[in-house]
């Protein structure tokens, strides 16, 4: 049975240990406090107007006196008040909501704030906060004084008050660059740029309207386009950098929109993606990551929303299913817009492409539809330079590499015998070039390997076979140790005495040995076990071009007592020119080598006393 006997106690809170909590976890800044007093004001405002609906208009004003520890911050709104009930359920509850009533409050969905703290933010500058309000609804005009020790008193006030609500907080020591007329002009355009009620800045020189009219294309984001100078414009003064070009971002439910501003400079594909985000017109975030998709990576965006869920600090969003089908769909603006142009403006496409490749890559891999739309304006680096998909796609068949370690072993080769082939070894590329044929069926394109390349050489003479046939059997046998055979060709450029290529088996043979040397013991005779399977198969080709005046002359039978060191120290360079990594092997080899080419020079010095 359960025991009866049992004493219930209530949590206590301690208010300052809370406002270091809101001061150094929960908010990214103290300036925050702006964005919580604007966001209790507008709340406030939107309750009166269904309250009393008819000739009512909502305005904010704040006003700042005085200067460092001596300033004094008005912010007043003319919203619908708070009477002595309401003040005790909103702001003495830690977390308490004044949108989770039971009344018109809790099933307005308009309303910005959701957990009742944000007046506590106004503790981060400010020692003492004291509010004065009269409700809408009637009764008595109250002055409430909290202190960050946890205590209030409420005060009822004689005379005639307006309805609304002002809060008086004076400056306390360290925080004076809050209560600077500069910084409070910022801060309220900051959080405030996009509301609908006109904010004023008073102070002992100035009377400033803070937010211009909401414009036109915030409801409708695709008026932008009639608009676009001053959407520019505001894209600058919000965002503080010059844009020359947007795209107009919006849902099928119309609550989400914004304007995407396409950046003037390449991005990487790293890059920190940061969006500004305004929840029923307040901005939420200005470093939303996950706001649109991850190839969207060219743009940054303004974002106003009504139907996303803000985390406990208002400054990100709850990943969950409402975030990622406003996700999908904002991309979704994007790419629609990115079609459109293709078809009635594709210079402006092919300006984007241009400066933003990478992104519509990221984009064409996904959807196949949009690829085969764009696809002519990608660029790719080829053979014969840096052309776009329609210039390569005339030249078939189109041959491409997966790697890029693989087009720099054959780049120098095929360029020579004018052989096109496209570098597939950056990010996209190989996996946009083989699901070409699947958008144009007439273009044929082909992975080519390392050794394929070796078809197009020139095969020696039956007498050259002949005449080098020791020098070849020697060679070869020199480098079995490196699972590499020989052959003697060949091919264009001249320039290119030796070719190293590797088929699939050796590639990973290769891995294999490399990975062995960093290993524990136990990991290297496992490594070993899996190498044994390409025993027999994992054979690279060294090719030596008899065009070269160096082959020309090592392969001669009278220099075979030096061939063994020149064809090592000339697999070594064919490494280095496909930029492969050299195991301590072949960095020994190539030492050694260079070691016994300098003793060479020097025993021929002393032998001809200088004279050649």
């Known amino acids: 049975m359960e025991n009866q006997n049992r004493d219930t106690y209530r949590f206590q809170v301690n ?22 007093l604007l966001q209790n004001g507008i709340d406030a405002i939107t309750a009166r107007q269904a309250y009393s609906p008819d000739g009512y208009e909502g305005k ?3 006003e700042v006196s005085g200067t460092s520890t001596g300033a004094t911050l008005l912010v007043e709104d003319n919203g619908i008040g708070l009477n002595e009930a309401e003040i005790h359920e909103f702001l003495a509850m830690i977390g308490q909501s004044s949108k989770r009533g039971e009344d018109f409050l ?10 009742g703290i944000g007046l506590l933010s106004c503790f981060m500058v400010s020692d003492d906060i004291v509010m004065v309000t009269q409700s809408a609804k009637g009764g008595p005009a109250l002055e409430w004084r909290g202190k ?4 209030y008193t409420i005060r009822k006030l004689e005379g005639e008050h307006a309805p609304g609500t002002k809060v008086f907080l004076r400056c306390k020591e360290g925080s004076e660059a809050y209560f600077e007329e500069a910084n409070l002009q910022e801060g309220l355009f900051h959080y405030g740029a996009l509301l609908p009620y006109p904010i004023q800045l008073v102070s002992d020189r100035n009377t400033r309207l803070i937010n211009p009219l909401t414009p036109p294309w915030v409801k409708d984001p695709q008026l932008a386009r009639k608009h676009r100078d001053e959407v520019l414009a505001f894209g600058k003064q919000v965002l503080g950098e010059t844009f020359r070009d947007f795209i107009p971002l919006h849902t099928a439910s119309g609550r989400t929109g914004g304007i995407a501003f396409i950046l003037p400079h390449a991005v990487n594909l790293n890059a920190k993606r940061n969006h500004r985000v305004y929840l029923k017109h307040m901005l939420v975030s200005e470093a939303a990551s996950n706001i649109l998709p991850d190839w969207a990576f060219f743009v940054k965006c303004l974002i106003w929303t009504d139907e996303l869920q803000p985390t406990a600090s208002r400054e990100h969003f709850y990943e969950n299913a409402q975030l990622e089908q406003v996700r999908e769909e904002l991309g979704s603006s994007i790419r629609q817009e990115l079609m459109r142009m293709a078809e009635y403006d594709p210079d402006r496409l092919q300006s984007i492409i241009s400066l933003h490749a990478l992104s519509m890559k990221a984009l064409a891999v996904e959807d196949l539809s949009f690829y085969s739309i764009i696809h002519e304006w990608l660029p790719f680096d080829s053979t014969f330079g840096r052309k776009t998909l329609g210039e390569l796609k005339q030249q078939p068949p189109l041959y491409f590499t997966a790697t890029l370690d693989e087009y720099r072993q054959i780049t120098h080769v095929a360029s020579a015998q004018s052989m096109l082939v496209v570098n597939g070894g950056f990010i996209y590329d190989a996996e946009l070039l083989s699901r070409l044929p699947l958008i144009d069926p007439d273009v044929e394109t082909e992975r080519l390997l390392p050794e394929e390349v070796s078809l197009s050489f020139t095969d020696i003479t039956p007498q050259e076979r002949l005449d080098y046939y020791e020098s070849v059997r020697l060679a070869d046998s020199v480098l079995q140790k490196f699972r590499c055979q020989v052959q003697l060709r060949r091919f264009k450029p001249e320039e290119i005495p030796v070719l190293y290529t590797l088929s699939e088996e050796s590639a990973q043979w290769r891995v294999l040995e ?9 990991l290297s005779s496992v490594l070993g076990s899996l190498g044994a399977t390409f025993k027999d198969t994992a054979y690279a080709t060294l090719y030596f071009n008899l065009n070269n005046p160096v082959i020309g002359r090592a392969f001669q039978p009278a220099n075979q007592k030096m061939l063994p060191s020149i064809v090592e120290m000339l697999y070594c360079n064919a490494l280095m020119m496909g930029h492969y990594p050299m195991n301590r092997q072949e960095m020994a080899l190539l030492n050694q080598g260079i070691i016994q080419f300098i003793d060479w020079g020097l025993t021929a010095n002393q032998v001809t006393g200088g004279d050649e």
Do not use: C, Q
């Not at 809790?106 to 957990?115: E, Y």
């Not at 960050?148 to 205590?151: A, E, L």
């Open 514 to 522: 490399a990975t062995k040397e960093v290993s524990t013991d136990a």
């Open 60 to 62: 904010i004003h704040v």
């Open 15 to 36: 208010l300052s240990g809370m406002i270091n909590i809101l001061s150094n976890h929960l908010y990214s800044s103290p300036k925050v406090f702006l964005r919580e």
């Open 148 to 151: 960050p020790d946890g205590t």
């Open 106 to 115: 809790s099933t307005n969905t308009s309303f910005i704030g959701r957990f």
